[in-house]
T-cell receptor
Framework: DQQVKQNSPSLSVQEGRISILNCDYT??????FLWYKKYPAEGPTFLIS?????DKNEDGRFTVFLNKSAKHLSLHIVPSQPGDSAVYFC??????????FGPGTSLSVIP | EAGVAQSPRYKIIEKRQSVAFWCNPI?????LYWYQQILGQGPKLLIQ????????DSQLPKDRFSAERLKGVDSTLKIQPAKLEDSAVYLC?????????????FGPGTRLTVL
């Protein structure tokens, strides 16, 4: 049973445009949502997170939006840069619970 | 600050053989995690330690996988005997505390191929 879903395996965006990565979840008990970024042959690195009591969190070019009623979150990258090309994992957890990762979306930013 | 160290980076073995992976977390991090990442999937938690105690090993195939974290620092993950479906990247991660919001720091992973 996949609790965290990323239905787009891949996404291509032109440099300078907005990248929108989507994530859906099924467990309404999740308290925290996180995004990790992964380059080939490296481990994932933390990017940004949001608590379930918020609907938006922004950090520089990265913004995460949370819609609890729809059990949906999205990561916006503006403007997109070639260095943003990576696999992005959406993840979710309870307060003191294990983190559940989605299958990832591979983002390609075309110069 | 040194990151999470893992070794070896790559390992190729025959099915039914044994293999062990080593992880050294970031100094001072109480929580250590082992994940299995199969190609095309997200990391799946195998086991989670808080200091040297096991917090969650519900998804660890205990008939063939074992892990320990002696003295609450380094950790080893062992597979004995290996199966073809164990081919994956094994990621170690650590965090300061055990909390869902806490950022996890990942090592580079060990890519295991079982032939």
């Amino acid at each position: 049973d996949q609790q965290v879903k990323q239905n787009s395996p891949s996404l291509s965006v032109q440099e300078g445009r907005i990248s929108i990565l989507n994530c859906d979840y099924t467990n309404s008990m999740f308290d925290y949502f996180l995004w990790y970024k992964k380059y080939p042959a490296e481990g994932p690195t933390f990017l940004i997170s949001i608590s379930s009591i918020k609907d938006k969190n922004e950090d520089g070019r990265f913004t995460v939006f949370l819609n609890k009623s729809a059990k949906h979150l999205s990561l916006h990258i503006v403007p997109s840069q070639p260095g943003d090309s990576a696999v992005y994992f959406c993840a979710a957890s309870g307060s003191y619970d294990k983190v559940i990762f989605g299958p990832g979306t591979s983002l390609s930013v075309i110069p | 600050e040194a990151g999470v160290a893992q070794s070896p980076r790559y390992k190729i073995i025959e099915k039914r053989q044994s293999v062990a992976f080593w992880c050294n977390p970031i100094s001072g991090h109480a929580t250590l995690y082992w994940y299995q990442q199969i190609l095309g999937q997200g990391p799946k938690l195998l086991i989670q330690f808080q200091n040297n105690g096991v917090v969650d090993d519900s998804q660890l195939p205990k008939d063939r996988f074992s892990a320990e974290r002696l003295k609450g620092v380094d950790s080893t993950l062992k597979i004995q005997p290996a199966k073809l479906e164990d081919s994956a990247v094994y990621l170690c991660a650590s965090s300061l505390v055990l909390a869902g919001y806490n950022e996890q720091f990942f090592g580079p992973g060990t890519r295991l191929t079982v032939l």
